[in-house]
């Protein structure tokens, strides 16, 4: 017969694993760059600078795409590329939706779909350019650089589900609208934190590229 393992006991012992990773210093993950433009109600508006990003496609649901995708992008950094150079892991992880350009009367972004194409990101190191990146052998993997954006941020912790980040995509939505900015891209969903992080420690955001209202199109951000 398994012992039964009493409440108590279960507090004090996830009490006792957050106080031992609080203990543990943090890892120097670099993070990518950004200046804090304005603090809004819900939401950070930030500006990004041009940021050079490996990137690759899958298709599947919202949940399951992270796994297969992760990996491709994490054999590249580890060291499958055309030198064998092992490159530095970044924070976040970005995961975006593909989805046709929004028309219509209701130009607005969509939320993210169910199933679907999705790409995810992971931002280069400072120090590497377009032309000193070691080339990725894999082809699903394409190396761009972002241009500079204008985004407003959501930050909040919890699991990483649909269900989650889709109530804190429309709180942002509803936030960007209200502040008078035109958000002009797909959101984007955010995560920092390694998978063995306790979910209630975790640093998840939701991000979307605006535009202020007032601004012309193609202005720059």
């Given at each position: 017969m398994t012992p039964r393992v009493s409440s108590p006991v279960i507090a004090v012992l996830m009490l006792a694993a957050v106080l031992l990773l609080s203990a543990i210093p943090a890892m120097a993950?670099?993070?990518?760059?950004?200046?804090?433009?304005?603090?809004?109600?819900?939401?950070?508006?930030?500006?990004?600078?041009?940021?050079?990003?490996?990137?690759?496609?899958?298709?599947?649901?919202?949940?399951?795409?992270?796994?297969?995708?992760?990996?491709?992008?994490?054999?590249?950094?580890?060291?499958?590329?055309?030198?064998?150079?092992?490159?530095?892991?970044?924070?976040?992880?970005?995961?975006?939706?593909?989805?046709?350009?929004?028309?219509?009367?209701?130009?607005?972004?969509?939320?993210?779909?169910?199933?679907?194409?999705?790409?995810?990101?992971?931002?280069?190191?400072?120090?590497?350019?377009a032309s000193t990146l070691p080339a990725p052998t894999d082809p699903r993997i394409e190396i761009r650089t972002e241009p500079a954006r204008l985004m407003a941020a959501r930050r909040y912790s919890g699991r990483w589900t649909?269900?989650?980040?889709?109530?804190?995509?429309?709180?942002?939505?509803?936030?960007?609208?209200d502040a008078g900015l035109v958000a002009t891209a797909p959101p984007v969903y955010a995560r920092y934190n390694a998978p063995f992080v306790p979910w209630f420690m975790r640093r998840n955001e939701v991000l979307v590229e605006v535009r202020d209202e007032a601004a012309p199109p193609g202005a720059a951000p």
């Open positions: 993950t670099e993070e990518a760059p950004y200046t804090v433009v304005k603090q809004h109600p819900g939401f950070e508006l930030r500006r990004y600078p041009p940021l050079l990003v490996a990137e690759t496609q899958v298709s599947g649901d919202f949940d399951g795409v992270g796994n297969a995708a992760f990996r491709t992008l994490a054999d590249f950094i580890f060291g499958k590329n055309r030198t064998g150079e092992s490159i530095a892991m970044t924070a976040p992880v970005n995961q975006r939706p593909v989805v046709p350009a929004a028309t219509g009367p209701d130009p607005s972004p969509k939320p993210s779909p169910e199933q679907g194409d999705y790409v995810l990101t992971f931002v280069m190191p400072k120090g590497f350019t649909l269900e989650n980040y889709r109530a804190e995509e429309s709180a942002l939505l509803v936030d960007v609208r």
